[in-house]
């Protein structure tokens, strides 16, 4: 699979964001998205997940699911968590397995390979920052998608966090992946850089 862009132009709330940008990535690669604070890592995120219309260029995928859309075929995790807090932990889970639809797999098992086995009754508005982010990946696990992009994933992650994110998003490059990550910090897995804000 190869994903790529080619001169996408980005507008907000009226103002140009970014124009003119390149990039391409493929199965077994992470591109990490860096630059500065305002720089367009998220809104790239955004329009490749379809979620923003670009306002020139063009992003498509070659070699997935022909039926399917881009962004049927990818997961987007925000940097703000998208939890229920009145839903508990297995509930939110469910909730996105059953919203994402597609191939599925139960949630008890992807609760407990990010660590939250033992918080699957909790409220997710009593989790702590590190806990929601696990919540968040394991929405990876729970709906297979070919295409990940992940804005700060690794962000509020405690050491062990990161390596279990870490070991997460080696699996997912080994089964064929690709990974987009805006992120300000090492990502701990080798990356090739698209650097946003100008400069190289
Ligand atoms: N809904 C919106 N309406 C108008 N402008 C917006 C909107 N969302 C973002 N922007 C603007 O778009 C620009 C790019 O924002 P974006 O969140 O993509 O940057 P970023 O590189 O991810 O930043 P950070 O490193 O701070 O997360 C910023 O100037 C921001 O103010």
């Known amino acids: 699979m190869r ?3 080619r001169q996408i132009s980005c507008v907000r709330g009226g103002r140009a964001v970014f124009s003119g940008l390149d ?7 992470v591109l990490a998205v860096v630059g500065p604070n305002g720089s367009g890592k998220t809104s790239l995120l955004r329009l490749v997940a379809g979620l923003l219309v670009p ?5 498509g995928l070659e070699g997935g699911e022909t039926e399917l859309t881009l962004p049927e075929q990818s997961h987007y995790l925000g940097h703000r968590d998208a939890l229920k807090p009145a839903l508990s932990v297995a509930e939110n889970l469910s909730f996105w397995r059953d919203f994402l639809g597609g191939e599925t797999g139960d949630v008890g098992p992807c609760l407990t390979a990010v660590g939250l086995g033992h918080a699957t009754y909790l409220p997710a508005a009593y989790l702590s920052a590190g ?3 696990r919540l968040s990946i ?8 070919p295409v990940w992009l992940l804005d700060e994933p690794t962000s509020a992650l405690d050491a062990a966090g990161q390596e279990l994110c870490v070991g997460v998003m080696r699996d997912h490059l080994a089964s064929g992946g690709i990974i987009v990550a ?10 090739r850089e698209l650097r946003m804000g100008g400069g190289k």
């Open 3 to 5: 994903l790529s862009g």
């Open 23 to 29: 990039f391409e990535t493929a199965s077994g690669e």
């Open 55 to 59: 306002a020139g260029g063009s992003i």
């Open 131 to 133: 806990q929601r982010r």
């Open 138 to 145: 394991a929405r990876l696990l729970v709906v297979r998608r």
């Open 182 to 191: 805006a992120t300000h910090a090492p990502l701990g897995i080798e990356a």
